[in-house]
């Protein structure tokens, strides 16, 4: 199969070496070596169609605005009929470098910084994970951040059960009054959307590539406050982005908020082990 995928971008030689690539719960992924070159292919048995296309168009979109790396797309199924799902990539490989955090700031706040489509949210849904991700264009950033991204999220825990009453009520409650904290129209940045210390990698002579995004038009903030839940980003990327792009004072303030739809994701997805964490957040907002 994977071989017929290759002979769609010219390459008609041999597969000398296939090996699994672990680092990803949704996907099966390959370390691919040709006649030709090597190359990174995701294959999903149960994607929906377009689900590579929407990682594509992201990865697209982020090299748009030249400031920062992404693997180039060579092929991807927009159909997936009773087929598995395919996606082929160019095959990243690199060591970190003393400079790579800082250039990783730096290029990040450029992308933050160069704007975006002057409307928040998106064209197209995407996904989060494994899970859909509705999206539309919105004027207000507070009404995309709750109508798109909290209560879809919101509606998915109380179809699985993850949603008791307490729960419930103190989230409806932040969702009301969301207004009082987000910033209505902060500066349109397009976001990677989902930057743990996972979705970015180093190439040769350790230069940063962002990869597996799911992107958005959105408040920078709000790509910041993920980036710190589970870790994995040094003092000197942080520095590094500030010199580029300075943080707004209400920072710390907003923060744990938009850090609740993240782990919003993460109860809906692995379950109650994130339930004490969203708990928290609920809590200091609506106690």
């Known amino acids: 199969m994977i071989e017929e995928k290759l002979k769609h971008i010219g390459d008609n030689t041999s597969i000398q070496t296939k090996t699994p690539v672990s680092g990803g719960d949704i996907n099966q992924a390959y370390y691919i070596q040709t006649g030709k070159q090597a190359y990174f292919i995701k294959v999903n048995r149960q994607a929906e169609s377009g689900f590579f296309q929407v990682e594509a168009n992201g990865l697209e979109r982020i090299r748009s605005t030249q400031t920062i790396a992404v693997p180039e797309v060579y092929y991807f199924d927009q159909s997936s009929g009773d087929q598995e799902m395919t996606l082929i990539m160019e095959w990243i490989q690199g060591e970190k470098t003393a400079t790579t955090e800082q250039q990783l700031g730096e290029q ?43 209560q879809p999220q919101f509606d998915i825990a109380v179809q699985l059960n993850r949603m008791n009453q307490n729960r419930r009520m103190k989230l409806e409650k932040l969702m009301d009054n969301l207004d ?94 994130y339930g004490g964490s969203v708990d928290r957040i609920l809590k200091r907002y609506t106690s």
């Not at 489509?117 to 507070?142: E, I, R």
């Not at 910033?183 to 349109?188: H, S, Y």
């Open 108 to 150: 990040l706040a450029s992308m933050h910084a160069a704007g975006g489509s002057g409307q928040y949210g998106l064209d197209q849904s995407t996904y989060v994970g494994k899970l859909h991700q509705p999206n539309g264009w919105y004027t207000d950033w507070a009404d995309y951040f709750r109508e798109c991204r909290l």
């Open 180 to 273: 009082k904290y987000l910033p209505k129209q902060p500066q349109v940045s397009l976001l990677h959307g989902d930057l743990w210390g996972g979705n970015w990698i180093a190439g040769q002579a350790g230069k940063p590539y962002l990869i597996d995004p799911s992107i958005l038009y959105g408040d920078h903030l709000f790509e910041l406050s993920f980036t710190e839940v589970f870790g994995g980003f040094s003092n000197t990327f942080y520095s590094q982005y500030q010199n580029v792009f300075p943080l707004e004072d209400y920072y710390e303030e907003i923060k744990p908020i938009y850090q609740l739809f993240y782990l919003l994701v993460h109860l809906n997805m692995f379950g109650e082990v």
